[in-house]
């Protein structure tokens, strides 16, 4: 980190000065490619709503820990978004409803509890609020860490289980009948959805947090020739708009997940427009 301070102190950039500023754009920087991977995976598979009932989970769990007076709640977060996450993928491979049901009985009783766990006793709602608009200025060196392991986990996964996890998403009998494990790769993506979205909800934030798995894999598949371009750009967009929304946020004195969000809805609405052009 010495090192990463040192770097930007010799530049004239004004709003890297600031070490909370160094420590948000290496966090950024981190989790662009992060999302971009799992963004793509995520709208091939279809599971845009089951992010964002991960993210309910991850509230829960923060709630839960906050109750039973963990030091850090995060970590009972990730252990109960992984249960979840797990709990998910066993209901719906033994299940004959639709998915978009399952993620949205899912969905509604993770936000039930979360909401009666944070208000149990009376409680105020008003200390979880962070966690709903998040602070990516409020990142930690330790934490920094953590997200670029966890980069480096995804990153594997990608490359051993990224063709595998296609085809599982497109055409599952297909992939069942050349002998793939599809419920256990399925089981170990949704488990790494859920740890990403956990460890990133006090710094994105609940609200905004599932535009940043959806986005980047959205805009990308609107121009995208192939499926290399299609994982190149996805990457390329999420860490155009985190640079930037970081940026505009600083000067503007504005929310950066917002801002970061923003950056990818326009970059979609570029995208799109060039999609007929394409044909």
Request: with cysteine.
């Amino acid at each position: 980190m010495e090192l990463w301070y040192w770097i930007w102190d010799t530049l004239p950039f004004e709003m890297l000065h600031w070490d909370f500023m160094k420590n948000a754009l290496l966090a950024v920087l981190l989790m662009a490619p992060l999302f971009g991977l799992l963004s793509t995976m995520i709208v091939t598979g279809r599971m845009s709503f089951f992010s964002d009932a991960l993210g309910h989970s991850a509230f829960t769990g923060i709630a839960i820990g906050a109750i039973c007076g963990a030091a850090a709640p995060v970590w009972v977060a990730v252990i109960f978004s992984v249960l979840f996450a797990v709990l998910f993928s066993w209901v719906r491979s033994r299940s004959n409803h639709a998915a978009d049901t399952l993620i949205g009985v899912f969905s509604s009783t993770a936000v039930a509890l979360g909401i009666f766990a944070a208000t149990l006793g009376g409680g105020s709602f008003t200390k979880y609020n962070k966690y709903l608009i998040g602070d990516i200025l409020s990142v930690t060196p330790g934490e920094i860490g953590m997200l670029a392991l966890v980069l480096v986990a995804v990153a594997v996964f990608w490359v051993i289980c990224s063709n595998r996890l296609t085809l599982t998403a497109i055409h599952p009998q297909l992939a069942s009948s050349r002998g793939m494990k599809t419920e256990l790769i399925q089981t170990l993506f949704t488990v790494m959805i859920a740890v990403v979205v956990t460890l990133a909800i006090s710094w994105v934030g609940l609200l905004i947090l599932n535009s940043l798995l959806v986005l980047p894999g959205a805009a990308a598949r609107n121009v995208a020739k192939n499926l290399r371009q299609y994982h190149l750009l996805s990457v390329v967009f999420a860490l155009l708009s985190g640079i930037g929304g970081l940026t505009l946020s600083y000067y503007l004195g504005a929310s950066a997940g917002a801002a970061i969000s923003l950056g990818l809805a326009l970059i979609f609405a570029v995208s799109f427009c060039f999609r007929n052009r394409r044909a």
